[in-house]
């Protein structure tokens, strides 16, 4: 089937809905790309944006199928970026790498790609390879992707433990038998332990049954554990102030997860 290029008034339209992704308003972007969609049903350039407002939606198998049918975009470097970025959320680091390559080796000053790349090879334990790609994002796109923050292990440790130390007391006696770990970059098998896979990205999980479901008579069993990344983490905080508040966020978010609260409860324990 030959390839039929939309107008200049659908590509107008699409250029719209990536404007409003970068904006972050991807419920906006969803419904802007509905009428396309129904018009131009299954072409590839559709493909692409479908794939991407998915993605942003946290629908990764969604992205996925979407793609099935874009390999005939008019940009191969964005479909092999987004393949390899909907293969990295569902945690299938080989495979994200191989299409994060790809993409690179047809449009290879994609910031973008290069901190992608530098992720996925994070998590498959390359990190000299982890390094180069972060330092040409940052070289390519200082802005957006500026140098991950450096902190000593130790000091990390020493944020956490003060996060926990300022959690209401009535808090902080829940976790006497509950560790609060820091790793850093969530495992492939916590990564899998839920469907969808858990995003890659995380900052923190708390593993185990919340004490809402817990009863008196339960059999005797490991209390759980709450993981903070330090990773994802250091990426996503650009000095030690920000880093500070995002543990100290993250651990309350957890901590909330362990209570089995929901949003409206964590005012009342003052975790809000």
């Known amino acids: 089937m030959a390839y039929v290029t939309l107008t200049e008034i659908e590509w107008e339209q699409v250029q719209r809905v990536w404007d409003l992704l970068e904006e972050g308003n991807t419920e906006r972007a969803r419904i802007e790309l509905g009428p396309l969609l129904e018009k131009r049903p299954g072409h590839a350039d559709l493909r692409i944006v479908d794939a991407a407002v998915s993605l942003d939606e946290g629908e990764a198998e969604r992205a996925l199928r979407a793609l099935a049918g874009a390999e005939r975009s008019a940009d191969p470097a964005l479909f092999f970026h987004l393949r390899g970025a909907v293969q990295y959320e569902l945690g299938r680091f080989d495979r994200a ?3 994060a390559e790809r993409a690179l080796a047809v ?9 992608l ?7 498959l334990g390359d990190e000299a390879g982890a390094r180069e790609h972060r330092e040409e994002a940052q070289a390519l796109d200082p802005e957006n992707f500026p ?3 450096e902190v000593p292990d ?19 006696e829940h976790l006497n038998e509950l560790p609060v770990m820091v790793e850093p970059l969530p495992r492939h098998e916590i990564i899998a332990s839920e469907q ?12 185990g049954r919340d004490m809402l479901e817990r009863r008196h008579d339960d059999l005797p069993a490991g209390p759980g554990a709450i993981f903070l990344f330090r990773k994802n983490l250091l990426r996503v905080c650009r000095d030690r102030e920000e880093l500070a508040n995002e543990v100290r966020i993250t651990v309350q978010h957890e901590v909330g997860h362990l209570l089995g609260l929901d949003e409206d409860d964590l005012e009342q324990w003052g975790l809000a």
């Open 97 to 99: 790498r191989a299409d």
């Open 107 to 115: 449009r290879p000053d994609s910031a973008n790609t290069h901190d």
């Open 117 to 123: 790349l530098g992720r996925i090879l994070d998590h």
């Open 147 to 149: 140098a991950p923050l």
């Open 154 to 172: 130790e000091e990390f440790d020493r944020l956490v433990e003060k996060s926990v130390s300022e959690l209401p007391p009535r808090v902080r």
């Open 196 to 207: 969808p896979p858990l995003s890659p990205d995380i900052l923190g999980l708390f593993v």
